[in-house]
């Protein structure tokens, strides 16, 4: 099953709140990027407004940490049971000892990679991971197009999952639209985040709908 998770990048800052609680009785949860102007040219919010996300809302969140060391924001965010963790392998390299820490949160670690990364540079690591996270486009901004060649690395991906006997998700980042998501569904991915797909229109709940119907029908 294909889960959409809004991602609140994309949304106005202001309306944030009121957004939640619109998009609450929809979803199972949402994505946050959290991002430190050094592993990405680009700030957005800290510690203290994710978690105040948290407490607005029923879900677990998907947290993305495009930082250099997202190790110290473990004991930093206050987040359910369940939610997710997902931390950059250009960031971290295999130095991923803080995924025990991760695990006695009750949180579900996650592995990212951008579109400049072989997938199977993450091979090693994935017995240890309950998620990888493709980006499809580069990050440290909403809004950029689908970069087509993420596609390539989704057959290896499953093809090691399978054979290797791992029950990891397959998530994907940037990009995504009503014109794509029913072909990356059906070629593997599981959990989407999406900002302007949902929140370029003018009734974001209309827009997560038509989505997930759009998906359940594709499947």
């Known amino acids: ?16 709140e009121q957004t939640i609680k619109q998009l609450d009785p929809h979803v199972h949860g949402y994505h946050v990027d959290i991002m430190d102007n050094q592993f990405v040219p680009n700030v957005t919010w800290g510690a203290q407004t994710v978690n105040a ?31 997710i963790f997902s931390f950059h392998y250009e960031a971290v390299g295999s130095n991923i000892h803080f995924i025990k820490q991760i695990k006695e949160k009750n949180w579900y670690p996650s592995i990212a990679i951008s579109p400049s990364t072989p997938v199977e540079k993450i091979f090693p690591l994935l017995p240890l991971v309950d998620q990888v996270l493709i980006m499809s486009v580069d990050p440290g901004f909403a809004g950029q197009p689908f970069i087509t060649d993420v596609i390539k690395k989704l ?3 499953i093809g090691y999952r399978a054979s290797s006997k791992l029950n990891f998700r397959i998530a994907m980042d940037g990009g995504i639209k009503l014109d794509n998501i029913v072909e990356l569904a059906q070629k593997g991915v599981e959990d989407f985040a999406v900002a302007s797909g949902i929140f370029d ?10 989505l997930q119907d759009t998906v359940a029908k594709g499947l």
């Open 201 to 210: 229109y003018p009734d974001p709940v209309e827009a997560l709908k038509i």
């Open 155 to 157: 057959e290896p991906l």
């Open 53 to 83: 996300i948290a407490q607005a809302t029923m879900h677990p969140l998907w947290v993305h940490l495009m930082v250099v060391k997202p190790e110290d924001w473990i004991q930093r965010l206050e987040l359910m049971g369940g939610s």
């Open 1 to 16: 099953m294909a889960t959409i998770y809004p991602s609140l990048m994309g949304t106005n800052p202001l309306k944030l």
